[in-house]
Each structure stands twice: as C-alpha cells, then as structure tokens.
T-cell receptor
Framework: AQKITQTQPGMFVQEKEAVTLDCTYD???????LFWYKQPSSGEMIFLIY??????QNATEGRYSLNFQKARKSANLVISASQLGDSAMYFC???????????????FGTGTQLKVEL | GAVVSQHPSWVICKSGTSVKIECRSL??????MFWYRQFPKQSLMLMAT?????????EQGVEKDKFLINHASLTLSTLTVTSAHPEDSSFYIC????????????FGSGTRLTVV
C-alpha cells in the first residue's frame, strides 16, 4: 500500500522568503512518481512539479523545486521568493506502478495550508 | 491542452433527490477518469475509477449504488449521487491522465454539492 505523509498542517512565510513544505512517502513499488499540487480557495488543482523515482536530478519548475531524497523517502517542495498569490493549500501525491499509462491512481497527502504574509 | 470541463461548478439540492456531475475531456480522449471527494480542509479521497466501456472500480467503503459512475464515451464520464443526504455535501472533483506522456493528470474544476 502507498502512503503519503505531510506533517505540516499550516505554514507561514514572509513575502520574498523561501519556504519548504515537507512530504514523506512509503511504497514498495520500485517505480513511482511524485507530484505537488496547489489548491487555492477556488478548489481547482494546479499542477506544480513532478519527480520520477528514477530521475537522477531534482525537478525544478520556475520558483518551485523538489528536494528528492530517495533513501529517506522524502520529496519536499521548495518555493523560492514567496508571493502573496502563493497562499493556498499544497498537496503532495504519489502515483504507483500499476497499469502502464493512464491506469495509475494518485494517493494524496493531507495537505499543508500555506499563508504568505507581508 | 488536455482540458477537463466539469459541470456544474456548484449545486444545491434537496434531500432524497439525485444529482449528476459531468466531466468532459475537451481536446483529448480520456479512457480513464478518477473521481475524488474532498470534505472541507481535508485531502482528496479517491472514490472510484471509471474506464470507458467497462464498469467502474470503487474504493473500499464507497457505496456503488449511491454513487453511480458511467463512462459512456471517450470524452464523457458522469457521477450521479443518488438519494442525496446532507452528509453527501462535499466537493467532488474528477481527474484524467494527461496526454501525451500520460504521467501527469488534468483535473476538472470541481463541483461543490450542498444537500439541504
């Protein structure tokens, strides 16, 4: 069984500062994918970044980077230069091996509510 | 590209009535659709997986007869909440694997259901 753990229910960060949102996972699959999504109050799920289990380098997408430590089974999201618009709920999710292609389902963590302050 | 359109965005219904939520893939074919439910300030919980042309697969604890899922075509999946009760009030959101790499997912915008 797969499990995603986010231990920070809420985080505060000052504008322009960097913030790290924690995510640890557990799986017996050798092949898996890790995702981070942002969910503003409107409810939409916004894809931020993806890391494959076999990727050698940490993923980066603009201000977002993923600190992937495979041995520790952690996939922390780092947001640099925080903006007020970054205030939202952030979910870590994992896709495990199963049917190739579109058959795999996502397991979500409990989320971290980020508040960016002036 | 790879847009999933979900309707309605919000709905209020009376107890005992049924509500249908639609998710359409606009510019790609979605052979699989995942349906999630999210209670306030909680995570997304997978309810079921629909596959075009076959029966949906439900997660443990989800009532098949209450949450009817139909995947009638490669571009349309529907979730019908039958005999809705106030405890069914929640945010329902669909998601499909996103082409071309199929490693990511595209989400609908969600439906906020309130049963009164």
């Amino acid at each position: 069984a797969q499990k995603i753990t986010q231990t920070q229910p809420g985080m505060f960060v000052q504008e322009k500062e960097a913030v790290t949102l924690d995510c640890t996972y557990d799986t017996s699959d050798p092949s898996y994918g890790l995702f981070w999504y942002k969910q503003p109050s409107s409810g939409e799920m916004i894809f931020l970044i993806y890391q494959g289990s076999y990727d050698q380098q940490n993923a980066t997408e603009g201000r977002y980077s993923l600190n992937f430590q495979k041995a520790r089974k952690s996939a922390n999201l780092v947001i640099s230069a925080s903006q007020l618009g970054d205030s939202a709920m952030y979910f870590c999710a994992m896709r495990g091996r199963g049917l190739t292609g579109g058959g795999n389902k996502l397991t979500f963590g409990t989320g971290t509510q980020l508040k960016v302050e002036l | 590209g790879a847009v999933v359109s979900q309707h309605p965005s919000w709905v209020i219904c009376k107890s005992g009535t049924s509500v249908k939520i639609e998710c359409r893939s606009l510019d790609f074919q979605a052979t699989t659709m995942f349906w999630y439910r999210q209670f306030p300030k909680q995570s997304l919980m997978l309810m079921a997986t629909s596959n075009e042309g076959s029966k949906a697969t439900y997660e443990q604890g989800v009532e098949k007869d209450k949450f009817l899922i139909n995947h009638a075509s490669l571009t349309l999946s529907t979730l019908t909440v039958t005999s809705a009760h106030p405890e069914d009030s929640s945010f329902y959101i669909c998601s499909a694997p996103r082409p071309p790499a199929n490693y990511g997912y595209t989400f609908g915008s969600g439906t906020r259901l309130t049963v009164v």
